[in-house]
């Protein structure tokens, strides 16, 4: 799901602001920069609502960091681009005030936990096949029989690991 709703013409100021105030820095201080400035922004989301909202946005943002993403440089220059990734948008409850704003939530938050639980089978499925194809890998080496394992670790090579050119090593 998609973040729609409009920020306003203060916050995107604040946001421009942001992306310009770091792209002034060299790497490491536009690190101790941002450090800085996500710790005063979740001091004061926990101030403004008991950290209701900043608890379930940090788990997101973690849960979103094993997302793929692409990086699109950051519009006034610098050291670091913008991660660009489809997260698990959140609403904030306190901001919906209709039953139509919330069953709108309602039917969104059921949609992504339909897609995780799918995500969630493929995930333990392929897993299951990863151990059940090592299980054998695993009792060649227990017996010893260097043959037989050199041809199951080919085998599982063959089916379970692909080497991807990264940066002209192999990974």
């Known amino acids: 799901m998609e973040n729609t709703k409009p920020i306003s013409d203060a916050v995107a100021q604040a946001m421009e602001t ?3 105030a770091a792209a002034k820095f060299e ?8 450090t800085g400035t996500i710790t005063a922004s979740v001091s004061l989301l926990r101030a403004a609502d008991d950290g209701k909202f900043v608890y379930g946005f940090l788990k997101s943002a973690l849960a979103s960091l094993g997302k793929e993403a692409m990086t699109a440089p950051n519009p006034h220059g610098g050291a ?7 997260g698990a948008s ?5 901001a919906l005030h209709t039953v139509e704003e919330l069953r709108k939530e309602l039917y969104s938050a059921n949609d992504q936990l339909l897609e995780r639980d799918i995500q969630l089978a ?9 151990f059940t194809d090592f299980g054998k890998v695993v009792l060649a080496h227990k017996d010893k029989d260097a ?15 692909r080497f991807v050119p990264k940066n002209g090593t192999v990974h």
């Open 147 to 161: 043959v037989l394992l050199k041809i199951l670790l080919d085998e599982f090579c063959q089916k379970h690991v």
């Open 18 to 20: 942001t992306l310009a």
């Open 90 to 94: 959140m609403a904030n409850p306190e």
């Open 27 to 34: 790497l490491p201080e536009v690190i101790d920069y941002l």
């Open 80 to 86: 670091l681009g913008l991660s660009v990734h489809m």
């Open 122 to 130: 493929d995930q333990k499925a392929i897993m299951q096949r990863v």
